[in-house]
């Protein structure tokens, strides 16, 4: 059989995209929480860090959190089990930001003003 690369039947064969996450699983959503306080004491026990992490973990199916320094951090979760819209009124995945997650944190930690940023990972950072 001839090859069929460079054809139109396979033109998207051979080729992959920046930033993608699904290899086989779920796509993941790199994110970045900011609170006043999350680095402090963070190795304790009922941190702000550790209840931020609990937060998350009944908001969004968690597969990575980083260190949190200056009052932030890093998680990777998966976008099909995240609040990755701004309102209950919006449709899944229609909005720009976090708004229902940065909520649902601060309720679940009962204090702080959370703010989650989507972030995408492009050469050797994520930003």
Do not use: W
């Amino acid at each position: 059989m001839p090859s069929l690369v460079g054809s139109t039947v396979a033109a998207n064969y051979l080729k992959t995209t920046g930033n993608f996450s699904q290899f086989g699983t779920r796509e993941l959503a790199f994110i970045s929480i900011s609170v006043t306080g999350l680095e402090t004491n963070y190795a304790n026990a009922n941190s702000m860090f550790s209840k931020t992490v609990r937060a998350l973990q009944q908001q969004a199916e968690v597969y990575f959190v980083g260190t949190p320094a200056s009052g932030a951090v890093v998680a990777i979760i998966t976008a099909d089990t995240s609040f990755n819209y701004d309102s209950a009124s919006a449709g899944v995945g229609s909005g720009t930001g976090y708004g229902l997650l940065e909520t649902a944190l601060a309720a679940g930690v009962g204090s702080g003003t959370f703010v989650v940023t989507a972030l995408s990972a492009s050469g050797a950072s994520i930003a």
